[in-house]
């Protein structure tokens, strides 16, 4: 099949997303890179010891230092105001966004938790820290990450791993209560994480 098929058969939004999430690349890190892990419970790792939150399991795996900056039952109004001193404390190569499902689960504006998101990507991206963006789903058993997240993967040009927390979330077993991981769950998500960092060129 040839691409003006492939064209015709893809509607172009979907078309530009495709394009724009296989393009997105990251720089190859440094044996002393950093990586800042930020984000709410699930980068926290509520449910598990902190061993075993995912930043740190990201950290045993690719030999790097991995900034665990997650809080538990964060907004991204609270994140956003919250960042600004962790970026200024910290001199990291990678931002790893993990953020706006309290948001999702107390109803609040989609508009606002995409507008403060993308503020918070702004606020890397003028340190020139890259940012791979990971997308959190809606409230439905079988929803995919919410469209705010691709829209803001088109936007600000980010590596996007939009299925991993859905997937994780579809799984019980993987579950230490309806919304957090257990020792499994974040393996998974490291690996995950971690195989992402490998596929686009950090590692």
Known sequence: MNNTIVKMLIPSALLLLLIS???????????DAKILAFGD??????????????PNILSNLSNLDVIN????????SAGLQRLPKILAEN?????ILLEGGNDIIQNKNLATTKANLAQMIELAQKDEIEVVLIGVPKKSLFSSSADIYHEL???YNLVLEDEIIADLL???SLKSDSVHFNKQGYTELAIRIHELLQ????L
């Open 170 to 172: 579809r799984s019980p």
């Open 41 to 54: 419970s699930l980068t926290a790792g509520k449910g598990v010891q902190q061993q075993f939150s995912y």
């Open 69 to 76: 900056a997650g809080v538990s039952g964060e907004l991204t």
């Open 199 to 202: 596929d686009t060129g950090a």
């Open 21 to 31: 999430c296989s393009e997105a690349k990251l720089s190859r890190l440094s044996y």
């Open 91 to 95: 001199s990291v190569d990678i931002m």
């Open 153 to 155: 993967a088109e936007q």
